[in-house]
């Protein structure tokens, strides 16, 4: 059985075909979809990702029935051997198989605690789904990865630039006001090492990406051509990149993190000064939702060279590709 929970499920080849097939459909809907009902489970809120992945299942011809878990849903446990004495009132164990006799696939949606980075690398419930499913599990996000933003924001680059092999790419690290995820960096990294990208990460000392999600790039560039570099140096980075993505996430670890350390790097706020040292025709992507002036100045978001709505809507156009991909082939 067929799950997409990472980037590993569908590896270069995987990739290509995803990309080739998303860009191909582009402006057409088949009824790809048709009597297929696709089981959506929320832990965390979403805008993109849930509207999109109901407006696959709608124009292909099929349903989606949408669980917000302590929202009208049980609050569900995921570890293993636990005492269910406290708010979670369900096991993943009974709760996932029970779903899957409903429906053709299921999507879940969690976050990382970002506060122990070991555990979130470990991506506890996504594997619990997949463990006890009898359906294709789908990452709509993880602890660990987003991999449905991986390929949007791939088939966006490729759309821009055709052939991705070789191509420059700065991965920049941006400031928030609260430790985020790693999830959407991991994937694009990831992504873009599978698509043989040249990548270049940019953050500060101390928010190193884990050495786990690190190696397995190396290794995917390794195999498509690609490359990984790592600098601590933004303006490095941005020199001669033809595609910026720029993405807060926490820490290695954010115990203890005070307000001090999350306003510090505030000059990782990505500008239009920081674009001008990219390539003449580079484009800025983010996945969204952005904070505006906090990860990104309006003169960087509000300029011809952003892409991110068009990101946004590739999410559309990679996941028609990608159930198709687990429910028709
Ligand atoms: N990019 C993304 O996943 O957006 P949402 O959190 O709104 O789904």
Not at 112 to 124: K, L, M
Not at 214 to 241: C, H, I, K, P, R
């Amino acid at each position: 059985m067929k799950h997409f929970t990472s980037i590993q499920d569908l590896g270069p080849a995987g990739v290509e075909a995803i990309l080739s097939k998303a860009i191909g459909w582009k402006g057409g809907f088949p009824k790809h979809l048709a009597d297929k009902l696709l089981g959506m489970v929320f832990f965390n809120p979403s805008l993109r990702t849930r509207a999109s992945f109901e407006a696959v299942m709608a124009r292909g011809g099929g349903n989606a029935i949408v669980l917000e878990v302590g929202n009208g849903v049980w609050k569900l446990e995921d570890r293993p051997g636990a005492v269910m004495d406290g708010d979670r009132a369900e096991h993943v164990k009974e709760a996932v198989p029970v779903l899957a006799r409903y429906v053709d696939a299921l999507a879940v949606r969690t976050f990382a605690t970002c506060a122990d980075d070991e555990a979130d690398n470990v991506d506890p419930v996504m594997n619990a789904f997949r463990a006890n499913s009898t359906v294709p599990i789908i990452s709509m996000e993880s602890a660990r990865e987003h991999p449905c933003q991986g390929l949007a924001d791939l088939m966006t680059i490729r759309e821009t630039f055709g052939a991705t092999k070789k191509l420059p790419v700065t991965l920049t690290w941006a400031p928030h006001i609260k430790p985020l995820p790693k999830a959407v960096p991991n994937s694009f990294l990831l992504t873009a090492a599978a698509a043989g990208c040249d990548i270049r990460i940019a953050h500060p000392k101390g928010f190193e990406l884990h050495p786990s999600v690190m190696a397995e790039a190396g290794a995917l560039a390794a195999y498509t051509g690609g490359s990984v570099s790592l600098t601590n140096d933004q303006t490095e980075a941005f020199q001669g990149a033809r595609a910026v993505y720029a993405k807060a996430w926490g820490p290695a670890t954010s115990a203890g993190l005070g307000a001090a350390e999350l306003s510090a790097h505030s000059d990782w706020q990505v500008d239009r000064a920081h674009m001008a040292k990219a390539a003449t025709d580079a484009i800025f992507l983010h996945c969204l939702p952005v904070r505006r002036n906090v990860e990104v100045a309006d003169d960087v978001l509000d300029h011809p060279s952003s892409r991110v709505v068009d990101e946004a809507e590739n999410r559309f156009h990679v996941q028609r590709a990608l159930m198709d991909w687990l429910l028709n082939t």
